[in-house]
């Protein structure tokens, strides 16, 4: 079955540094995947959806690359904030359908 | 246009009772997926519905159980609790099957 592993660590940034986080799959590779945010006691909250035909995707201060050879997404926050600080998911599809499976998320940390 | 609501926030059960969890989801969304999350961990699908009708079911006993209502607001059922069961569910409504909107969850409690 399909598992998906995210750094179980806290990545603890200076402000104004760019964020990397890695989202790494191990078998078929998804149609697409997804990046959510959650901050604590919260729902996630939708970020960016990259396509299996993209290799990458922008949004403000967010970039996300999709390498479907490594099996593996990377999220990047430009110009980080401390407002930024939260858990960051990504989560791809289950088979062919569209049933969501997640990582564990990685908790970022954006110090002043 | 509202964003989708969850009630109770928080609830307390003892072991071997039921609970019904409520989300109201997001205007014109007919897709609604549950999950559970368990502190630190990433949610676990627990079902989807589509226009009423069950669309896939993850790996969770028969005990849980849910609705769509025609007016796409869910509800999901879980018998018997058990311990393990103490989690954040989250319901999330979507109308491309891509995007989906989270609500704030419910904190279930059981003891």
């Known amino acids: 079955s399909q598992k998906i592993e995210q750094n179980s660590e806290a990545l603890n940034i200076q402000e104004g540094k760019t964020a990397t986080l890695t989202c790494n799959y191990t078998n078929y590779s998804p149609a697409y995947l997804q990046w959510y945010r959650q901050d604590p006691g919260r729902g996630p909250v939708f970020l960016l959806l990259i396509r299996e035909n993209e290799k990458e995707k922008r949004k403000e201060r967010l970039k996300v690359t999709f390498d479907t050879t490594l099996k593996q997404s990377l999220f990047h926050i430009t110009a980080s904030q401390p407002a930024d600080s939260a858990t960051y998911l990504c989560a791809l599809p289950m088979d062919s359908n569209y049933q969501l499976i997640w990582g564990a998320g990685t908790k970022l940390i954006i110090k002043p | 246009e509202t964003g989708v609501t969850q009630s109770p926030t928080h609830l307390i059960k003892t072991r071997g009772q039921q609970v019904t969890l409520r989300c109201s989801s997001q205007s014109g969304h007919n897709t609604v997926s549950w999950y559970q999350q368990a502190l630190g961990q990433g949610p676990q699908f627990i079902f989807q519905y589509y226009r009423e009708e069950e669309n896939g079911r993850g790996n969770f006993p028969p005990r849980f159980s849910g609705l769509q209502f025609p007016n796409y607001s869910s509800e999901l059922n879980v018998n018997a609790l058990e311990l393990d069961d103490s989690a954040l569910y989250l319901c999330?409504?979507?109308?491309?099957?891509?995007?989906?909107?989270f609500g704030p969850g419910t904190r279930l409690t059981v003891t």
């Open positions: 999330a409504s979507s109308a491309d099957l891509y995007e989906q909107y």
